[in-house]
Each structure stands twice: as structure tokens, then as C-alpha cells.
């Protein structure tokens, strides 16, 4: 089992960055394939970024391509998403998930995941 917090939300403006951080709890983080997924008020939760156990294979959702960025140091049991140039449509909650690898694979649906953290906000002001 993993437990995930998540971090590094708040208010900012049209241009800003942030970096999110998910904590993750035991002693075999480097098991588990992250991704990050975010839900706006009234809006279903959608896929943002995934990343594989080794961290060498990623994936972006077209909508954050070439903003946003997915990493993890599995030396600090530590998921990251480096949020550029961020955009109004950017607000929402937003939520590191893991889900134990069986191949150096992401995963882009929210069904393939079966941990989830409690979300942080990330809110952009125009």
C-alpha cells in the first residue's frame, strides 16, 4: 500500500508557475507508476500527466504539452509536476495518483489508478 499528499498548490496569476509535490509514504515508491490528474467544479476528473515506475517513459495530456512537466525522485519517494504559463483553465484540484507497475508503462486512465492522494488547489487568477 501507498499513502500520497500532495503539495505546492495556491493562488496565482495568468504566466505564473507552480510545483506540486506528492509525498508518498513506505518503502517501495519505485514500484508504482504516478500520474496527476486535476477536476474543476463541475467538470469530470481528467488525465494531466503519468510517468512510469523508472521514470523514464511519460506522457502529457495535449492540453498541458510543452507547460507542464512530470517528474519523480524515487530516492525521496517524491512525485513532482512543474506547472508553466498557466492559464485560468488551469484552476482546479489537483491529484497525484499511483497504481503498482508491472512494466516500465504509463497509464492514462483514471480507472487504472487505485491510490489516490486528497488533492491540492491550484487556482489562476486572469
Known amino acids: 500500500q501507498v499513502q500520497l499528499v500532495e503539495s505546492g498548490g495556491g493562488l496565482v496569476q495568468a504566466g505564473d508557475s507552480l510545483r506540486l509535490s506528492c509525498a508518498a509514504s513506505g518503502r517501495t515508491f519505485s514500484s508504482y507508476a504516478m500520474a496527476w490528474f486535476r477536476q474543476a467544479p463541475g467538470k469530470e476528473r481528467e488525465f494531466v500527466a503519468a510517468i512510469s515506475h523508472t521514470g523514464v517513459k511519460t506522457a502529457h495530456a495535449d492540453s498541458v504539452k510543452g507547460r507542464f512537466t512530470i517528474s519523480r525522485d524515487n530516492a525521496k519517494n517524491t512525485l513532482y509536476l512543474q506547472m508553466n504559463s498557466l492559464t485560468p483553465g488551469d484552476t482546479a484540484l489537483y491529484y497525484c495518483?499511483?497504481?503498482?507497475?508491472?512494466?516500465?508503462?504509463?497509464?492514462?486512465?483514471?480507472?487504472?489508478?487505485?491510490?489516490w492522494g486528497q488533492g491540492t488547489q491550484v487556482t489562476v487568477s486572469s
Open positions: 495518483a499511483a497504481t503498482l507497475a508491472y512494466s516500465d508503462s504509463y497509464y492514462s486512465r483514471r480507472y487504472d489508478y487505485n491510490y
